[in-house]
Nanobody, 126 residues
């Protein structure tokens, strides 16, 4: 069973940066495409960014494009989300997810992802 554990969340001021990490238990992480999702209270879960299994392509939500960067280091079985220029609307619980069926898809649809972490809270205030 694939396990995903997020870390790196916390409180941040507007305009600052945070980096989230997600460690996978699988020794062959290149068999999964990965994604970061977020959910704020009272809102639907949305796809923030996805990356294909070999890291060759990425897809971002328009709201974070140019500010956030998704990357993966398969040698460390770790996924990252670098978040710059944080805004209050970035406040949410952030989830790491994996999809073994669509390794080269760029979709950001939550239902396409099978494995999920427990989430890490990000709170951005002014």
């Amino acid at each position: 069973q694939l396990q995903l554990v997020e870390s790196g969340g916390g409180a941040a001021q507007v305009g600052t940066s945070l980096t989230l990490s997600c460690v996978l238990s699988d020794s062959t992480p290149n068999t999964y495409r990965m994604g970061w999702f977020r959910q704020a209270p009272g809102k639907e879960r949305e796809g923030v960014a996805t990356i294909v299994s070999d890291g060759s392509a990425r897809n971002y939500a328009e709201s974070v494009k140019g500010r956030f960067t998704i990357s993966r280091d398969d040698a460390k079985s770790t996924l990252y989300l670098q978040m710059n220029s944080l805004k209050p609307e970035d406040t949410a619980t952030y989830y790491c997810a994996a999809d073994s069926k669509r390794r080269f898809s760029l979709s950001r649809i939550p239902a396409d992802f099978t494995y999920w972490g427990q989430g890490t809270q990000v709170t951005v205030s002014s």
